[in-house]
């Protein structure tokens, strides 16, 4: 018993003396559920759906700390990259026409590193 309460505190203590080196909760699987309803429109290949806009107020929702805001980049940052024709003013302007103001732009060359 002494033995596993032991081994507790130890995990216990890695894990809280690791958390503010962790990346971000944010999955990519998450990311692309979330903005899967905006590929037609910023493929020029349609209007913005309804779908699209509450992914995207969800997805500013679930990025509450840098690191996770800083994951949420990187991911979109790849989906971005699998995308040939990709219409790069569409999905800058997809925050704003959702009504999400981002302190940065969105662009296939933002450094994510950056994002706070």
């Excluded at 559920?33 to 806009?53: Q, R």
């Excluded at 999905?91 to 704003?96: D, E, H, I």
Aim: net charge positive.
């Amino acid at each position: 018993m002494a033995r596993s309460a032991a081994l507790f505190a130890i995990l216990f203590a890695f894990a809280w003396s690791a958390a503010p080196y962790a990346e971000g909760a944010i999955t990519c699987g998450a990311v692309d559920s979330k903005i899967g309803p905006c590929v037609s429109y910023v493929m020029g290949k349609g209007p913005l759906p309804a779908g699209c806009c509450s992914g995207i107020r969800s997805l500013n929702s679930m990025a509450k700390s840098t690191p996770d805001r800083q994951q949420a980049c990187n991911c979109l940052k790849s989906a971005a990259a699998k995308l040939p024709g990709l219409k790069v003013p569409l999905a800058a302007g997809l925050p704003g026409k959702c009504g999400v103001s981002l302190p940065y732009s969105i662009s296939t060359s933002i450094n994510c590193a950056t994002v706070h």
